[in-house]
């Protein structure tokens, strides 16, 4: 470790900037939601603009986040750190000057670059200034549970912006904080990088990228251009090609992106598979939780941004508890219970209409919230007890990675099926009702997976043995 990281001073201001700068990027996935309904008006979009909005942001944070931490390593963290926090707010910026749709995904496309970029980044910083696990592990928590305000404070401030200025204000937002960051980061932060950081995985990274966004386009485009469209067929067609190469190619790599060999790990498999749920189902779900206040119940879109609070509060409020409710009762009680509730939350949600008063909907999403709260870290922590504790990292990152992979399927997926019930003469609510279902079909059977599979194949424990707090040492707040 570098020394001139040591003093307490130096990392009272590493421990500052590096969790106001996961907090906008936590503000800003929440952020956006809130404003969605704005956007379809004032951009004269339909419902897969605004998908292209969301995924187009998460998609690149799905496919960098890893390279990221290498990047980090490589490159030295604080150069990476504080590109990212350049890339993100100059981003930003574009995305609130945006004059029309195209203009606006471009904008969310570098966010999702420069974010991939400053989260790992931020982690590695931490993780340098801090050697000594417990205090590490300190450091990292007050990281997770600053930075999740911004889950909580972002539906609050998205709709109190968007009907005040529009919006374009949601955007603006992150540039007093940007360049706070910079400011501040230049002068205090000092530099630190791992030597013996393997290679960037180029060809690995490029195939990730054009595979699982050649996927997401024809899951978008699907619904309006018809499944059975050539493009759409031939979208398919390419990206399980792309696909196929980048798992072909992460085989034959001796330092590859994505270790395959780790999925000979009955407990990794099962903890990713059910993560990639979770991002499904969360992100995929809360896209069209202010679109159904709005469109549905016809809130504005302030009293909206409130009304989607519960869910996101519950999220910030539990999971500080997961981990250790997974450390004492085991991965498998934790996670599986988290489902089930996750699960009957969004059912419950399925069936609520326009007449459905906010008393009888406000629980509906908490219970959804407290759901996949208790899911991720322990999840998570899974993960990295299947690996060796070398490779915790390394674990962390595919984690998040894999919930960064069920949110674009997720919003590409279930907006699809009410796209395509629309297009059967369907109301949006209704369309809205059969997202929900399905998505808490989906999420009960993954309980049922879990419950049945989420534990080592050669061994009974589920006690973690190389991680102190499960939950501790996630980065899982990108893209959430």
């Not at 970029?117 to 205090?135: F, I, M, N």
């Not at 997976?449 to 707040?477: I, N, R, Y």
């Amino acid at each position: 470790m570098d020394a001139s990281v040591g003093s307490r001073a130096n990392r009272a201001v590493l421990l500052t900037v590096t969790c106001l700068g996961q907090f906008m990027v936590l503000l800003d996935n929440t952020i956006v939601g809130a404003a969605l309904p704005d956007m379809q008006q004032r951009l004269n979009t339909q419902l897969t603009g605004l998908q292209w909005i969301v995924d187009a942001y998460v998609l690149l944070v799905a496919m960098l986040l890893l390279s990221g931490g290498v990047f980090a390593d490589r490159f030295g963290r604080k150069r990476v750190y504080l590109t990212g926090v350049a890339v993100f707010t100059a981003a930003s910026v574009m995305c609130s000057l945006a004059p029309s749709l195209g203009w606006l995904v471009t904008g969310r496309v570098l966010q999702g670059v420069g974010a991939a970029a400053l989260s790992p980044a931020s982690l590695a910083l931490l993780a340098a200034a801090y050697p000594v696990p417990q205090e590490r592990i300190k450091a990292i928590g007050l990281w997770a549970g600053f930075s999740g305000i911004g889950l909580a404070a972002g539906p609050v401030a998205g709709g109190v912006l968007t009907d005040a200025f529009g919006w374009p204000a949601i955007f603006l937002v992150n540039l007093p904080i940007g360049v706070v960051l910079l400011l501040i980061g230049l002068r205090s932060l000092q530099e630190a990088r791992n030597p013996s950081a393997p290679a960037i995985d180029v060809p690995g990274t490029a195939l990730s990228v054009l595979g699982v966004g050649t996927l997401t386009y024809g899951l978008i485009e699907g619904g309006a251009r018809g499944w059975t469209s050539p493009v759409i067929l031939g979208s398919f067609t390419v990206a399980v090609i792309l696909l196929a190469a980048f798992v072909a190619v992460e085989a034959r790599r001796s330092a590859p992106m994505l270790p395959l060999r780790l999925f000979r790990q009955r407990l990794f498999t099962v903890s990713n598979t059910a993560m990639v749920v979770v991002g499904f189902a969360l992100m995929g779900s809360s896209f069209f939780f202010s679109q159904f206040f709005v469109y549905v119940q016809g809130s504005s879109i302030l009293r909206a941004g409130l009304q989607t609070l519960p869910t996101s509060l519950a999220m910030v409020i539990v999971s500080p508890y997961a981990g250790r409710l997974a450390a004492r009762y085991g991965f498998r009680i934790v996670v599986t219970t988290g489902l089930t509730l996750a699960g009957l939350g969004l059912l419950a949600l399925g069936m609520v209409h326009a007449g459905t008063g906010y008393a009888n909907v406000w629980w509906r999403l908490a219970v959804i919230g407290i759901g996949f709260a208790l899911t991720m870290s322990p999840l998570t922590g899974a993960a990295i007890q299947s690996v060796s504790p070398q490779e915790g990292g390394l674990a962390s990152g595919i984690s998040s990675t894999t919930r960064q992979i069920g949110a674009v399927l997720g919003v590409a997926l279930l907006g699809a099926i009410v796209r395509t019930r629309q297009s059967g003469g369907a109301s949006f609510g209704t369309g809205l009702n059969s997202a929900f279902l399905a998505a808490g079909a989906i999420t009960l059977v993954t309980a049922v997976f879990t419950g049945l599979w989420l534990t080592k194949s050669d061994e009974g424990s589920e006690t973690p043995q190389h991680s102190t707090d499960p939950g501790a040492v996630t980065p899982s707040g990108v893209g959430s």
